[in-house]
C-alpha cells in the first residue's frame, strides 16, 4: 500500500512543480513573444501572457514520464505504460492545437465572436477537426471498453463503434466544450480543479488506479496553475489549457471506468455548449462592465453561456462570477457522489 500511495504522491508533486517553474517562465517568454490576450474585465484594457495551459500540460505529462522512469527501473507499474504514453501523446498533441488557436494574434484587433480582438485564432470549422488528432493515440490503443452501462436498458456492447466513433466524439466535445466557458480570471481552473478533485475522490474511493493516478496529475498541475490565474491575473489559460485539460478528463472518464460520474460532472459544461449553439457559437461570455466594477449581461435578459445568466441573476464583479460559477460545478460534483451511492449512477 505504501508503495501504491507512493506512485502516485511523486508523480503528482513532480506535476505540480513542472506546471509552477513552466508558468513562471511562460509569464515572460509568452508575453515577450507576442502570444498576448486581453484582459477587458478591468478598468482600462490589459494585455497579458496567453496560452498558460502549456505549462499545465508540461506538468501533467512530466508526471507520466515520472512514473513510466519508476515503472521501468524501480518498481512493478500497476497501470499499463504504454497506455499511459498514449495518453501523453493526446495530451501533448491537443495542447499544441489549442496552441496554434492561441497564437494568431493580430496587431490590429479583429471581429471576433461579438466583439473585436487581436486574438484572431483558428477558424470555428477548424476546431474541431483539429481536436480530433488527440483522439488518435487513444483510438491506437483502443483505450476503455466496449461496452457501457445505458440507464433503463442496460449493459450495451458498442463494439468497434466505442473507439472509432463514440472516443474520438468524446475528445473533439470535451475539449471544444470546456474552451467555451470562460473569460474571467479563475473561472476556467477553479472549475477544472473542482471536476478533477471529484474525479480524484471518486476513483480513490471506488478503487481505480489508473483514474486516481491521473486525476491526481489534473488535479496537482491545475493546482499549480491556479494562483497565477486568479483575480488580476498573469496569465490566460488559453485553448492549450482547455483543450488539455479535455483531453485528460477524457482519459480519466474511459481508463477509470468512470464515464456515467464523469458525464454528471461535466453538466455545466453540456450546458454551456447547449446555450452557446443557440447564436451558432457567436457568443461572448464576457459581461459590460459597470463603474462600480460589476457586471451587466451584454445580450440583456437573453441568455446564452452561464456567465450571463449569474450576471441577469444578481449584480457580480469578476471574482463573484468565478466563485458562483465554480460553486455550481461543485453542486455536480456532489450531485455525482448522490447519483452513485443511490445506484443511479
Known sequence: MYNTFQTIIIPGIIAFAATVVGTKFLIAYLFDAGVIAEDRN??????????????VAFGIILGMLAYTFGGTFIFK???????????????ILIALVGFLDDINVQSRRVQSTDIKDIRKGLKQWQK??????????????????????????????????????????????????????????????????VASFGLLIYSFAYGNYTGTFLSALLFAAVLAFLPFNMYRSRIIPGDSFTYAVGATIVAIAIMG???????????????????????????????????????????GKRV??????????????????????????????????????????
Open 77 to 91: 507499474p500497476v497501470v499499463d505504460i504504454s497506455k499511459l504514453l498514449a495518453v501523453a501523446l493526446s495530451v
Open 42 to 55: 478591468k478598468e482600462r484594457i490589459v494585455r497579458i501572457a496567453s496560452s498558460g495551459g502549456l505549462a
Open 257 to 299: 471506468d468512470s464515464i456515467p460520474f464523469a458525464t454528471i460532472i461535466f453538466i455545466p459544461w453540456i450546458i454551456e455548449f447547449v446555450l452557446h449553439a443557440r447564436r451558432g457559437f457567436k457568443v461572448t461570455d464576457l459581461g459590460i462592465r459597470q463603474r462600480d466594477g460589476t457586471f451587466k449581461a451584454p445580450y
Open 128 to 193: 474541431p477537426l483539429l481536436t480530433l488528432i488527440g483522439a488518435f493515440p487513444l483510438i491506437a490503443i483502443n483505450a476503455g471498453v466496449s461496452t457501457i452501462m445505458v440507464p433503463f436498458v442496460g449493459s450495451v456492447d458498442l463494439g468497434l463503434l466505442y473507439p472509432l466513433v463514440i472516443l474520438p466524439l468524446a475528445v473533439i466535445f470535451v475539449s471544444n466544450a470546456v474552451n467555451l466557458l470562460g473569460g474571467f480570471d479563475g473561472l476556467q481552473p477553479g472549475m477544472i480543479l
Open 304 to 345: 446564452y453561456s452561464l456567465t450571463h445568466l449569474v450576471m441577469n441573476w444578481r449584480r457580480v464583479n469578476e471574482k463573484q462570477v468565478a466563485l458562483y460559477l465554480t460553486s455550481l460545478e461543485l453542486v455536480f460534483v456532489l450531485m455525482g457522489f448522490g447519483l452513485k451511492f443511490y445506484g443511479l449512477a
